[in-house]
């Protein structure tokens, strides 16, 4: 189970090594799905940024916290009508489960991502929603995306905007909730036993592996440094393994 942003690519810059490093893993029969809180493309997309590097796949396996958002909205309340803050990939992908998209006043819920264009004005319509009595459900709150040069805010930013604005908690569905792990898992008929979780975030990747039962890999091309890696780590976020690339990672242990 990959995670995308700092583990396979930068921005759009794949990290050196991982399209071989996957090669290698499916050579030797290992099932690969790709799991990712970033909301901001749809799988269609993201299996075609990856074929483009060189990383062949199809929209079934990947998994977005957009997606899973949408399977547990439909799932726990219904055909809700929705208020969401976020790129017209999530709006997608929550149409794609049934759910209206509608504006504040007629929401039953809100939902928050990653949106470039966010506004003082989509602040203010999310916490009037929730006001209203919406539940606020946010996909993911990473506080920063890796890019090519450096890390950029996240939706955690947006998300805790929105908290504080209503004086209200969200519910969270990315990692490291394990809500998204659950779906996954319920999706891909995964075992925990067999599981690998691999990603570049102690507080976000690896906190949810260990939470769920999964097996949890960091890897050192995205937001953690080593620095980090070596610091007093509480039990949540200490990995079973870690190394400095997912290529270094698939030589070792493959």
């Not at 004005?121 to 999310?126: E, S």
């Not at 890796?146 to 209200?168: H, L, R």
């Not at 996954?184 to 925990?192: D, M, N, P, S």
């Not at 949540?236 to 190394?243: D, I």
Request: some cysteine.
């Amino acid at each position: 189970m990959l995670d995308l942003d700092g583990v396979i690519y930068r921005g759009e810059s794949p990290v050196q090594g991982s399209p071989e490093a996957i090669e290698r893993m499916r050579k030797v029969g290992k099932t690969v799905r790709f799991l990712t809180n970033n909301a901001t493309r749809t799988r269609e997309e993201y299996s075609e940024k990856l074929s483009r590097m060189g990383i062949p796949t199809q929209p079934s396996e990947v998994l977005t916290s957009g997606v899973a958002t949408a399977i547990h909205i439909s799932k726990t309340m219904g055909k809700a009508r929705v208020y969401a803050i976020g790129s017209p990939s999530l709006t997608t992908e929550l149409a794609r489960e049934g759910l209206e998209l509608v504006e504040w006043q007629r929401a039953e819920v809100v939902v928050t991502s990653l949106d470039q264009q966010f506004s003082y004005q989509k602040l203010y319509d999310a916490m009037r929603g929730v006001r209203n009595g919406c539940p606020l459900v946010s996909t993911n709150k990473d506080p920063t995306v890796p890019d090519e040069n450096g890390p950029v805010p996240g939706a955690g930013a947006i998300a805790s905007a929105v908290e504080v604005a209503s004086g209200t908690s969200s519910i969270l569905i990315g990692k490291p909730s394990t809500i998204i792990l659950s779906v996954a898992e319920r999706a891909w008929g995964l075992k925990k036993e067999s599981t690998l979780i691999v990603g570049d975030r102690l507080d976000i990747d690896i906190a949810a592996g260990n939470s769920f039962g999964w097996r949890p890999i960091l890897v050192l091309s995205g937001s953690t440094s080593e620095a980090e890696l070596n610091g007093e780590l509480p039990p949540l976020h200490r990995p079973s393994a870690a190394y400095r690339n997912l290529y270094q990672f698939a030589s070792a242990e493959l």
